[in-house]
């Protein structure tokens, strides 16, 4: 374990068989389509890549990049910083979420998204925080629902690190202290 976890939330092992049941559930839910997977960047990446690994369809990757936090603090401002590439009109569309916390991000990308007229719009996130939600959206495929903890690792990250981390732990709060820049 990382010097500056104070616990391991969900094991390396346990997130292989999580992402391989929403692979598997996708593939069923989507049989004989193409689905385009919207990672939003950047704490989707390892999730996922190791999502797409497990669906067993004609898949299309793209990604938006969105910003709301600083630190590990919501500014409650929604910015588009990566836009997709590719139309999604008449595409059935799953959003790649590391995690859903106040809903707020996923509630202005949804209502962006839905713009753009895909066939169909669904949201798949590895953790879903319900605890903390201020918009109630609708998730479709939930790897692990998980406390109000701040989390890292497997993508997720604190001030740009631990996201190569293979499991999710929660962070000390002294790391959080002394975590501002490059070491």
Do not use: W
Not at 97 to 121: A, F
Not at 123 to 148: E, H, M, W
Not at 165 to 178: F, M, R
């Amino acid at each position: 374990m990382h010097k500056d976890l104070q616990e391991i939330l969900i094991s390396q092992a346990q997130l292989d068989e999580g992402v391989k049941k929403l692979g598997e559930r996708i593939s069923r839910d989507y049989a004989g389509r193409t689905v385009t997977l919207v990672g939003v960047l950047k704490g989707c990446v390892l999730f996922l890549a190791d999502l797409a690994k497990n669906v067993s369809l004609d898949t299309r990757l793209d990604f938006m990049m969105l910003s709301s936090y600083s630190g590990q603090h919501s500014t409650g401002v929604v910015r588009i910083l990566l836009d997709l590439k590719e139309s999604i009109e008449d595409c059935d569309v799953i959003i790649v979420e590391d995690i859903v916390d106040s809903g707020l991000t996923m509630e202005y990308m949804l209502q962006n998204l839905k713009t753009r007229r895909p066939r169909s719009l669904e949201i798949c996130t590895l953790l879903d925080k319900p605890s903390r939600r201020k918009a109630q959206v609708p998730i479709k495929y939930t790897g692990f629902q998980i406390p109000d903890k701040f989390v890292v690792g497997y993508g997720l990250d604190y001030n740009g690190i631990y996201r190569n981390l293979p499991y999710i732990g929660v962070l000390k709060e002294s790391a959080v202290e002394g975590n501002n820049t490059c070491r």
